[in-house]
């Protein structure tokens, strides 16, 4: 529950925060935190000194419908779609920048606690329903391998665009360079048909780890579907910012032996 006191613990008067949307648009701004109240937030926008405020109920609803926004949804429509849903009025002037608040929420929790987010696709499994293994492991078709890899290329793409990311498909030892502002974000991206409890892990993927690890993060889309023509579909999202290695939970999985 967003309220003052837990407001606190990620953000300070004076942090500024970007505005819904890339950097690079037009209309970006910049919103400076001016003061943090028993029941809103007051800010104004850097480029012009337009002074607003948000509520932690509005913050709040925007919080959690944030995965729902539909792909090519604008800003402004997703916003009034869910204060509409809500029960509350159009809001014509301050989506923009409540959206950009929200996703800094969100980016803050989530280093800030170095929790796990589990943001799911489609209905969650019941208790009766029998899940797949737990490994990562290996597909035998590269066909197959390679589809599940490109659909969680795909999905974590758009997590990280839908945030306000510039985002560059790097390969290796990193899969995606994120980028917002000065912020740089290292994104490690595994696909699997398991449940992705296990992941399998170059010995350069590790190494980058260990030289970049406060700008790492892991995002993990296990329970892929593959369809009879080889397309990928829907998945469960996992993701893991910033991504902490523990180094005992690292297993040899292969030794080299020289005859």
């Known amino acids: 529950m967003i309220d003052k006191k837990h407001f606190e613990t990620l953000f300070k008067v004076g942090d500024e925060i970007q505005s819904g949307g890339p950097a690079s648009h037009k209309n970006a701004a910049r919103l400076e935190i001016q003061s943090i109240e028993d029941d809103r937030v007051r800010y104004r926008s850097i480029r012009n000194a337009t002074r607003r405020h948000i509520d932690y109920g509005y913050l709040q609803l925007i919080v959690d419908a944030f995965q729902d926004r539909k792909q090519d949804e604008s800003i402004e429509k997703f916003v009034n779609r869910i204060l509409t849903r809500a029960g509350h009025k159009k809001d014509r002037t301050n989506e923009n920048y409540s959206y950009g608040i929200a996703r800094a929420y969100l980016q803050r929790s989530g280093s ?10 489609g209905p969650p499994a019941t208790d009766e329903e029998e899940l797949p293994a737990t490994r990562q492991g290996f597909h035998s078709s590269p066909t197959v391998r390679k589809t599940i890899e490109e659909h969680a290329m795909d999905l974590a793409r758009k997590h990280f665009e839908a945030l306000g990311y510039t985002v560059e498909t790097h390969g290796k030892p990193f899969d995606l360079l994120c980028t917002l502002g000065a912020e740089v974000l290292y994104v490690e991206v595994k696909g699997t048909q398991g449940s992705g409890a296990e992941i399998l892990l170059t010995r350069g993927e590790v190494r980058f780890h260990r030289d970049n690890h406060a700008n790492m993060a892991l995002f993990v889309v296990s329970e892929v579907e593959v369809l009879a023509d080889e397309t990928a579909s829907g998945g469960r999202l996992m993701l893991q910012n910033p991504w902490v290695l523990n180094e005992d ?9 020289r005859v």
């Not at 939970?249 to 032996?257: C, G, S, V």
């Open 112 to 121: 800030r606690t170095d929790r796990i987010e589990f943001l799911r696709q």
């Open 249 to 257: 939970e690292l297993t040899p999985y292969a030794f080299r032996y």
